[in-house]
């Protein structure tokens, strides 16, 4: 199973970019890396999934470098609403996993917090 | 479109008590995922379902919880006999079938358990 690891907290203030990275050091071939934002009292949200290179969203950027042993999750100029636990996933897709989702494992996440 | 739907949202139970949950997936998904999260930690996978068969139990206590699908859309986690260590929260996702990579699951906002 790929592990994931992230920091676990990081503060920002509101306006700025924001940056979280993920290292995936043993990521399959078949995997790829899915990206959840959570908040309090409420289930993780899908925010952005990619395989290589970029992939960007109207919500959030993702950079993935050529040997995919790390991603990064870029959220533009954050507001106070964007204080949230950002969860990175690595895992196959469920078509090839024999249909489990069992190796897409959330980890403790990043809890980023937005300052005034 | 409606989003997945649980309940309770909250429940408090002394141990040793049986408490059940419901979930209702988003209309068409065919896969229903419950998982597990104790405060502080990401979510851990339980039990998945497609349609109305088990794909993955390999993490459900299954001395304890159950849970089923009937008919291939609502589903219900039961746990019997309850222990201080399942106070968590208790969250329900469904995603259409074949989904590419780690998702998109579609969560519901959770239902919480405190056992005394």
């Known amino acids: 199973l790929a592990k994931t690891t992230q920091p676990i907290s990081m503060d920002s203030y509101e306006g700025q970019e924001v940056n979280i990275t993920c290292s995936h050091n043993?990521?399959?071939?078949?995997?790829?890396i899915t990206w959840y934002q959570q908040f309090p009292s409420q289930g993780p949200r899908f925010i952005i999934q990619g395989y290589k290179t970029k992939v960007t969203n109207e919500v959030a950027s993702l950079f993935i470098p050529a040997d995919r042993k790390s991603s990064t999750l870029s959220l533009p100029r954050v507001s106070l609403s964007d204080t949230a636990v950002y969860y990175c996933?690595?895992?196959?897709?469920?078509?090839?996993?024999?249909?489990?989702?069992?190796?897409?494992?959330f980890g403790s996440g990043t809890q980023l917090t937005v300052l005034p | 479109e409606a989003g997945v739907a649980q309940s309770p949202r909250y429940k408090i139970i002394e141990k040793r008590q049986s408490v059940a949950f419901w979930c209702n997936p988003i209309?068409?998904?065919?896969?229903l995922y419950w998982y597990q999260q104790i405060l502080g930690q990401g979510p851990k996978l339980l039990i998945q379902?497609?349609?109305?068969?088990?794909?993955?139990d390999s993490q459900l206590p299954k001395d304890r919880f159950s849970a089923e699908r009937l008919k291939g859309v609502d589903s219900t986690l039961k746990i019997q006999p309850a222990k201080l260590e399942d106070s968590a929260v208790y969250l329900c996702a469904s995603s259409p079938w074949g989904t590419t990579g780690g998702g998109e699951l579609f969560f519901g906002e959770g239902s919480r358990l405190t056992v005394l």
């Open positions: 996933l690595v895992g196959p897709p469920t078509s090839i996993s024999s249909g489990s989702a069992r190796q897409l494992t």
């Open positions: 209309s068409g998904h065919a896969t």
């Open positions: 043993n990521i399959a071939t078949n995997d790829y």
């Open positions: 379902f497609q349609n109305n068969g088990v794909v993955d």
